[in-house]
C-alpha cells in the first residue's frame, strides 16, 4: 500500500511559479511511475506530467515548456515544477503512482488546489 500526500498549492498571479510535492510512504518508491493530474470545475481529469523510476519524462502539450517533473528517491517525493502559470491552469492537483507504466494508476493523493489569478 502507499500513500500519497500532496502539498504546495495554493492562490498565485499569472506569470508566477508554484512548485508542488508530492510525498510518498513505502520503501519501493523508486519503482513507481509518478504522475501528476489536474481536474477543473466542470471538467474531467486531465495528465499533467509523469516520470518513470527510470527518469523517462511525459508531458501534456498544455505545459510543455512550462512544467518539469522531478523526483527525489532518496526522500519518497516528486516535484512539479510550474513555471508562468496561467489562469487556465487552475485546477486540483493530483499525484499518482502505478507499478507498471502501462497500467492503470493504482495509488491517488487527496489532491492540492492551484488557482492562477489574473
Known amino acids: 500500500q502507499v500513500q500519497l500526500v500532496e502539498s504546495g498549492g495554493g492562490l498565485v498571479q499569472i506569470r508566477e511559479s508554484l512548485r508542488l510535492s508530492c510525498a510518498a510512504s513505502g520503501r519501493t518508491f523508486s519503482r513507481y511511475f509518478m504522475g501528476w493530474f489536474r481536474q477543473a470545475p466542470g471538467k474531467e481529469r486531465e495528465f499533467v506530467a509523469a516520470m518513470s523510476g527510470s527518469g523517462g519524462l511525459y508531458y501534456a502539450d498544455s505545459v510543455k515548456g512550462r512544467f518539469t517533473i522531478s523526483r527525489d528517491n532518496a526522500k519518497n517525493t516528486v516535484y512539479l515544477q510550474m513555471n508562468s502559470l496561467k489562469p487556465e491552469d487552475t485546477a486540483v492537483y493530483y499525484c499518482?503512482?502505478?507499478?507498471?507504466?502501462?497500467?492503470?494508476?493504482?495509488?491517488w493523493g487527496q489532491g492540492t488546489q492551484v488557482t492562477v489569478s489574473s
Open positions: 499518482a503512482a502505478k507499478r507498471q507504466i502501462n497500467g492503470p494508476y493504482d495509488y
